[in-house]
């Protein structure tokens, strides 16, 4: 079982940057793909990016490709999401997700798998 905790969601203005936190409890960290949803009010969940347990491999959603980029840091049980050049349409609960290992990368994006944690809110105004 693990434990993800996310901090550094807050309020900023289109086009500032913001950098959110993962902080893992439990099992082995470095035996989970990481991974980072977000869902808006109203919306459904959706993917926004993942990346491997090694740190060599990342996927990204099509919206956000170019401005987030995320990384991990296996030494503190750490996954991080950089945000650039935020939207308003970027605004959403942000959860942190670690799923199987013996599954690929970009599997079943759709599905509530793996653990999560309690989400940080993330609001771009203007």
């Known amino acids: 079982q693990v434990r993800l905790v996310e901090s550094g969601g807050g309020l900023v203005q289109a086009g500032e940057s913001l950098t959110l936190s993962c902080a893992a409890s439990?099992?082995?960290?470095?035996?989970?793909?990481m991974g980072w949803f977000r869902q808006a009010p109203g919306n459904e969940r959706e993917f926004v990016a993942q990346?491997?347990?090694?740190?060599?491999?990342?996927l990204y959603a099509d919206s956000v490709k170019g401005r987030f980029t995320i990384s991990r840091d296996n030494a503190v049980n750490t996954v991080y999401l950089q945000m650039n050049s935020l939207r308003p349409e970027d605004t959403a609960v942000y959860y942190c997700?670690?799923?199987?290992?013996?599954?690929?990368?970009?599997?079943?994006?759709?599905?509530?798998?793996?653990?999560w944690g309690q989400g940080t809110q993330v609001t771009v105004s203007s």
């Open positions: 997700n670690g799923r199987s290992t013996t599954r690929g990368l970009g599997t079943d994006l759709s599905s509530d798998e793996g653990y």
């Open positions: 439990g099992r082995t960290f470095s035996t989970y793909h």
């Open positions: 990346i491997s347990w090694s740190g060599k491999t990342t």
